[in-house]
Structure formats: C-alpha cells, structure tokens
C-alpha cells in the first residue's frame, strides 16, 4: 500500500485578466454575464489583483507531506492545477489509497459533494484500481476547533480588558442557495455546532451567526447578510464586533473583500470597532490539524474501492 493525500480547494484566478475563464469555468462552461464578469474582476483588483489561495494551499501541501510522510498532492475545482489534471499524476507515482479532504471543514450538497463528483469522475477513468476515502467533512474536528478558538481569544487582545467583554464575535461562512434546505442538508447544523464548539472552546459568552457572500442570481440564499446583522447589532447597543468566517481556512476572495473591505465598510459607517480574526492558512497548529484527520481516515476501514469506469 503507498497512501497519499490530495488537497481539493475551489480556485482562484492568478490575474484580473483571467477572471472571464475563471467565472465561465465555474458556470459549467456558460459565458456570465459582462457586467457580473466586470464586478468580479473589480473585486481582485481591489484586493491586489489575486488572492494567495494557491500560495498558501502549496504551503499547507508542503508541510502536511513533511508531518506525514507521505505523498500530499493539490488539485483546484475551477482553477489550475484543476482535480482532473493532478489525479494521473496520483495514479502515475504509485498511490494505491488516496485521501481526498476539502479545504472546508463543513458539508453541503451544494459544494462539497461537487468535489466529490469532479474526483470519483477523474479516479473512474484510470486504468488501475485505486482506493479512495473522501472526507466529507471535518467541521468538529478538536485540533481545528482549537485552532480557530486561539485566533479568537488572539484577536479579543484587540481590545482592553474592560472593552472586551463588549465585544460581540460575529462568526460566518458562505450563503448557498436557500434550496439545500429541502434536501436536509447538514451545512447549517455543521456550522452552527463549529461556532457552540469555537465558543466554549474561546470562553466567548457573546456571538452571533451571519451569512455572507451570496450569489447574485434570481433565486433566494440563505441569510441574513453580515451587513445586516451588524445593523441589528447596532440597533441593540453593540459597538464593538470581532468577525470569525468560520466557514473559510484562508486568506480568499470572500475574505480580504467580503469581510475586509465590505463588512469593514458597513461597520465604520455604523461607528463600530471592527477587528477580523487570523484566518488558519498554512500555520504549523492548522497542519497539524489536518494531518490529525488524514491520519484518523488511514486508520478507518471506511476506505473504497474506485475502479475504473465506475465511481463506487
């Protein structure tokens, strides 16, 4: 048996320039519309001109093959290097059992399970057998739980003792359409038991849930908006915010722009302290925590069976 590990995020485009391909890729291969293609690329160049999503998803892949000692391997869903290209090169260096985990600790339907399709499809056309394990989700695992609780109680330093205890920890994580609720999907419970979990882990008695970074389309997505609930918020005495996009590991798109920029903006208007915590990226404890639920699924006996020309 030689396992090996792959490392599944969403994508991200390496210049303005290349946000038509990025959004059409995303669409299924459908042109968007110029002026969504136009905001779209306003939005990187206002955060720099690209995200380090793949800069530090490398790193993370560096460090996570250096603790495991084993094969650890990056593929994007609508961005290079894309999962159907990278899975060959998986088959090619001998991997027998392959762990495959989102960069997104909570399962839905609507986004997980998309990895899950794009990878079972590319393991079915190799010619050899390959085992594979899909983690569907690691939204309550301790290491990560603790992870995240640390920058909270970082990011509470932000403010005096006696402020603190003011503070309101707003957490949130992608909208999705409102739809995956008649499907009982497990994304809102997942999240909602992170934040209890973060919380009590952090000792924070004050706290909220949000949603952000709604599509724009005709149907309805879950809310409310974080600029929304830091209008309640205000309404209700609150002054002082510390932002947790709970649902996110790094530094992305819906983070230096949704929240920095955006949420930022709505809470200076508002007159209120608004601080964000670290996002987890590729710091040692978030390797760590990783590399804890790669460890526990080797030590499953959930591993399948792949074959070619059939997903099961």
């Known amino acids: 048996m030689k396992a090996g590990v792959l490392l599944m995020a969403y994508g991200s485009p390496e210049t303005p320039d290349d946000v038509p391909r990025y959004y059409t890729h995303i669409l299924g291969g459908l042109a968007p519309r110029p002026e969504a293609v136009e905001e779209l690329r306003e939005r990187y160049v206002a955060v720099g001109g690209r995200t380090p999503l793949r800069a530090i998803t490398s790193r993370v892949r560096e460090a996570l093959a250096r603790m495991l000692q084993m094969p650890v391997y990056v593929g994007m869903k609508h961005w290079h290097p894309f999962i159907a290209d990278v899975v060959p090169q998986i088959e090619a260096d001998g991997v027998t059992d392959l762990v495959a985990v989102a960069m997104a600790p909570h399962y839905s339907r609507y986004s997980i399970a998309g990895y899950r399709a794009v990878l079972e499809t590319s393991v079915s056309a190799l010619q050899r057998r390959l085992r594979l394990l899909m983690i569907d989700s690691w939204h309550d695992a301790p290491r990560f739980v603790d992870c995240v609780a640390r920058r909270v109680r970082d990011a509470m330093e932000s403010w005096t003792p006696t402020t603190r205890a003011q503070v309101v920890t707003l957490f949130s994580a992608h909208s999705l359409p409102a739809r995956i609720r008649e499907w009982d999907d497990p994304y809102e419970r997942q999240l909602a038991e992170s934040c ?117």
Not at 217 to 241: I, M, Q
Not at 251 to 277: C, P, S
Request: with cysteine.
């Open 196 to 312: 209890r979990l973060v919380a009590h882990r952090s000792r924070v008695d004050h706290w909220r849930f949000a949603w952000q970074s709604a599509g724009q389309t005709e149907e309805p997505w879950l809310g409310p908006d974080v600029s929304d609930v830091l209008v309640e918020l205000h309404g209700a005495g609150a002054r002082h915010v510390l932002s947790v996009p709970l649902g996110f590991v790094c530094d992305h798109l819906e983070v230096l722009y949704d929240i920095d920029h955006e949420a930022r903006q709505a809470a200076d208007r508002l007159g209120m302290t608004f601080h964000r915590a670290r996002m987890p990226n590729d710091d040692p404890d978030f390797v760590e925590a990783l590399a804890e639920v790669v460890r526990q699924a080797l030590a499953s006996d959930g591993l399948r069976t792949a074959r070619a020309g059939a997903a099961s």
